[in-house]
C-alpha cells in the first residue's frame, strides 16, 4: 500500500483522483490544483508519492527548486513529445514520467512502482493496540482516539483506528465524522472481508489516520462475526504500522478475537473501588482463563490523581498488575473536544490528558520501533526519469 497526492489543474484533477482511488493499493491522500498548497500539504503529512501536472509546473517556476529538495518521489504528467516539459521534470528531479496520451494506463503500474510503500521498506505487519475495560464509561474511547493520533505524530505511519463498540460504537463523532460506509457494510453479505472493500471503507480523519466506523445501528451489530474481525484486523495491521481497536465491555466472540488477535490489551480503569473490582476480575480472565503473556495486557489507569480516596500504590497493589501508564483528569476539555468532533489531542495538544496521551504514544513508538525488523528485499528493477525519456533499458539497483 502507498499513498498519492495529486496536484493537479482543475480540468483532469477529478478524473486523476478518481484513477488514484481506483489503484487497488493506493490510498489518496489529497489533491490540489495549487502547486504551493500541495507542497505544504505534502510536508504535513508525506506521500508515498507526489504526482504533479506538467501544466502546474509550468506556471510554478519559481517552486522548481523547492520541488527538486522534497523527501518523498515526484512524478510527472506531461504530454510526450514536449522537450520543455521533459527538461522541467528533470530540473525537479521527477522520478518518472507519465505520457497525457496514455495516462490512464500507465498511471498505476508507474506510481505502484515509484510510490514508497506506507511502512517505510519494512512491510512488517503492524502493532494491533486493543483499548478494552470491563467497565462502561472509564475513557476508552476518548483513548483510543487519542492514542490513534499520538501514535500517527509520534511514528509518522498510517494508523488505522477501529471502532469494536459495534452497538453504540461513538468513535465516529468524536472525530466530528458521519461515515458513509462502516463495518457493518464490509460483512453483510457474509463473504470473506473484502481488502478492496476495507480500503474504501476507511476514512481518513487527521494526518495519517484512518477510521473503520462501528455500524450505525445497533440491530446491524448482529451480522458482525468475530472471523469478520480476524480478517479485517489481518488486512489492517498489514497496511498500517498501528491498529488501534475501541471496544464495548465484555467478553463476547466479537471482543475475545480481538483479544486473541491483540498485540497489547490495554485495561482502562478509573481510581474507584467499583471499577477496580470489575478490572481485577478482567484480569484474571485474561490471565488465568486465556493464559495471555503478562506483557500482553497492560493497565491504563486514567482521571489519576482524582482525590477519591484510592491511591495509585492501591490500585496496583489490588490488580496485583503495575500501572503501565497513567492519564489524568483533564477537567472539560475532553468533554469540549467531544462536543466539537475534534479530537482533544488536536484541539487541545497542550492539556494534562493530551500530553499524557501523547506521552503514552511515544513510549509505544519507541517500543515497537526496538524490535528487530525484518530485512527489506528490493527486488524489483528501477527505470530512471532519464532512462525512460531516452528509451535505455531499466538499471538494475
Ligand atoms: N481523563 C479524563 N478527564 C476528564 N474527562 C474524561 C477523561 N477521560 C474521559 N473523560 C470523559 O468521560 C466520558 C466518558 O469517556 P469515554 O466515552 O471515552 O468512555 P468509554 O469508556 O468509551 O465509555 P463507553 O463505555 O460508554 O463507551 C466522556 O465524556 C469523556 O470526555
Ligand atoms: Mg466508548
New binding site residues.
Given amino acids: 500500500m502507498f499513498t498519492v497526492y495529486v496536484a493537479s489543474r482543475d480540468e483532469l484533477r477529478n478524473a486523476l483522483t478518481v484513477a488514484v482511488k481506483n489503484i487497488p493499493e493506493a490510498i489518496l491522500n489529497g489533491s490540489s490544483s495549487d502547486l504551493r498548497q500541495a507542497l505544504e500539504e505534502c510536508a504535513a503529512e508525506v506521500p508515498g508519492v507526489l504526482l504533479i501536472d506538467d501544466a502546474l509546473l509550468a506556471q510554478n517556476i519559481g517552486l522548481f527548486e523547492k520541488v527538486a529538495e522534497v523527501p518523498y518521489p515526484v512524478v510527472v504528467l506531461a504530454a510526450p513529445a514536449d522537450a520543455q516539459a521533459a527538461r522541467r521534470a528533470l530540473t525537479i528531479r521527477a522520478k518518472d514520467f507519465i505520457s497525457l496520451d496514455r495516462w490512464a494506463e500507465d498511471l498505476g503500474p508507474i506510481l505502484s512502482r515509484v510510490a514508497v510503500p506506507i511502512q517505510g521498506e519494512t512491510r512488517e505487519d503492524g502493532r494491533v493496540l486493543v483499548v478494552f475495560?470491563s467497565k462502561?464509561?472509564?475513557?476508552?474511547?476518548?483513548i483510543a482516539v487519542n492514542l490513534a493520533i499520538g501514535l500517527a505524530k509520534a511514528s509518522h505511519q498510517p494508523v488505522a483506528i477501529m471502532d469494536l463498540?459495534i452497538q453504540f460504537g461513538?468513535v465516529a463523532p468524536m472525530v466530528g465524522d458521519a461515515p458513509l460506509v462502516t463495518l457493518y457494510d464490509l460483512v453483510k453479505s457474509g463473504a470473506p472481508v473484502d481488502a478492496e472493500m476495507l480500503k474504501r471503507a476507511l476514512k481518513r480523519v487527521a494526518n495519517n489516520v484512518y477510521m473503520l466506523a462501528a455500524p450505525e445501528n445497533p440491530e446491524e451489530a448482529d451480522d458482525v462475526r468475530a472471523e469478520h474481525i480476524v480478517q479485517i484486523l489481518q488486512l489492517l495491521r498489514e497496511t498500517h504500522a498501528y491498529v488501534v481497536v475501541d471496544t464495548?465491555?465484555g467478553y463476547t466472540d466479537v471482543n475475545v478475537a480481538a483479544f486473541d488477535f491483540a498485540d497489547t490489551i490495554l485495561t482502562?480503569c478509573t481510581p474507584d473501588v467499583v471499577t477496580l473490582r470489575t478490572v481485577g476480575q478482567a484480569l484474571q480472565v485474561f490471565y488465568d482463563g486465556f493464559h495471555y503473556p503478562k506483557d500482553k495486557v497492560r493497565i491504563v489507569l486514567?482521571?489519576s490523581g482524582s482525590r477519591t480516596g484510592v491511591e495509585t500504590a492501591d490500585i496496583a497493589q489490588v490488580l496485583q498488575s503495575p500501572i503501565a501508564y497513567q492519564?489524568?483528569?483533564?477537567?472539560a476539555f475532553?468533554?469540549r473536544a467531544?462536543n466539537e468532533g475534534h479530537p482533544l489531542l488536536l484541539q487541545f495538544p497542550d492539556s494534562a490528558?493530551s500530553r499524557a496521551i501523547y506521552s503514552m504514544a511515544s513510549e509505544l513508538v519507541r517500543e515497537t520501533q526496538g524490535r528487530s525488523r525484518q530485512e527489506s528485499k528490493k527486488t524489483s528493477a528501477k527505470r530512471t526519469l532519464f532512462a525512460r525519456l531516452t528509451g535505455r533499458k531499466p538499471k538494475e539497483v
Fill in positions: 475495560s462502561g464509561g472509564v475513557g476508552k474511547t476518548t463498540d461513538d464495548a465491555p482502562a486514567n482521571r492519564l489524568p483528569s483533564d477537567g475532553p468533554v467531544a490528558l
